[in-house]
């Protein structure tokens, strides 16, 4: 069974910088892509940024709201993937999630709908 775990939320000034990790597990975890979403009172889950799985590896994805401050990536070795925050505004407060699809061969890499398993979600909050 996949099973997703995000911590490094927390409390930021505007400004400030933020990691926050995904931990897999349940199955090969390089072989398949993994996103970030969040989501914002009264709002619906939103992308964020994604990087694809070992049979396209390499390429990420980014909303354009985050393009040039925020990066994604992951460490096979730990099952791990990351999201650095940098230049956070206090737009980007929400519940960040990270999700991994299905299949290693999903490429609905900007859509909630392309991912299957997701994990409780972590508190970002950019004080302004």
């Known amino acids: 069974q996949v099973q997703l775990v995000e911590s490094g939320g927390g409390l930021v000034q505007a400004g400030g910088s933020l990691r926050l990790s995904c931990a897999a597990s349940g199955r090969t975890f390089s072989v398949y892509g993994m996103g970030w979403f969040r989501q914002a009172p009264g709002k619906e889950r939103a992308f964020v940024a994604a990087?694809?799985?070992?049979?396209?590896?390499?390429?990420?994805y980014y909303a354009d709201s985050v393009k040039g401050r925020f990066t994604i990536s992951r460490d096979n070795a730990k099952n791990t993937v990351y999201l650095q925050m940098d230049s956070l505004k206090s737009e980007d407060t929400a519940v960040y999630f990270c999700?991994?699809?299905?299949?290693?061969?999903?490429?609905?890499?900007?859509?909630?709908?392309?991912?299957?398993?997701w994990g409780q979600g972590t508190q970002v909050t950019v004080s302004s």
């Open positions: 999700a991994t699809p299905q299949s290693a061969y999903s490429s609905q890499y900007y859509s909630s709908t392309g991912y299957d398993y």
């Open positions: 990087i694809t799985g070992s049979w396209l590896p390499g390429r990420t």
